[in-house]
């Protein structure tokens, strides 16, 4: 299984970009898929998850700017950001619970980057 991420960037404050997450490779579901980022010297934090019913949840930091989705069809996750601002600068990673022969692994993307200038 593969998760490929794209749509980083460098943008402007205030400004907006979308990141996707494909998940490819021999599966039986996706459980939970989420964001994470992480910025130089920090830890990795979590930006927001979507459960496979729709269910969401977002860090504070992020909350009425971000927005998670998720194309099941597609196996695929995005996270729309806006209203950026330059605290948003981090690598972002795509994570997914993905049950492969009935057991659940968790599975991390190459990182996206962004850069939000002020």
């Known amino acids: 299984v593969q998760l490929q991420a794209s749509g980083g960037g460098l943008v402007q404050a205030g400004g907006s970009l979308r990141l996707s997450c494909a998940a490819s490779?021999?599966?039986?579901?996706?459980?939970?898929m989420g964001w994470y980022r992480q910025a130089p010297g920090k830890q990795r934090e979590l930006v927001a998850y979507i459960t496979s019913g729709g269910s969401t949840n977002y860090a504070d930091s992020v909350k009425g700017r971000f927005t998670i989705s998720r194309d099941n069809a597609r196996n695929t996750v995005y996270l729309q950001m806006n209203s950026l601002k330059p605290e948003d600068t981090a690598a972002y990673y795509c994570?997914?619970?993905?049950?492969?022969?009935?057991?659940?692994?968790?599975?991390w993307g190459q990182g996206t980057q962004v850069t939000v200038s002020s």
């Open positions: 490779g021999r599966m039986f579901s996706i459980n939970d």
């Open positions: 994570n997914a619970e993905v049950v492969v022969r009935g057991k659940i692994y968790d599975y």
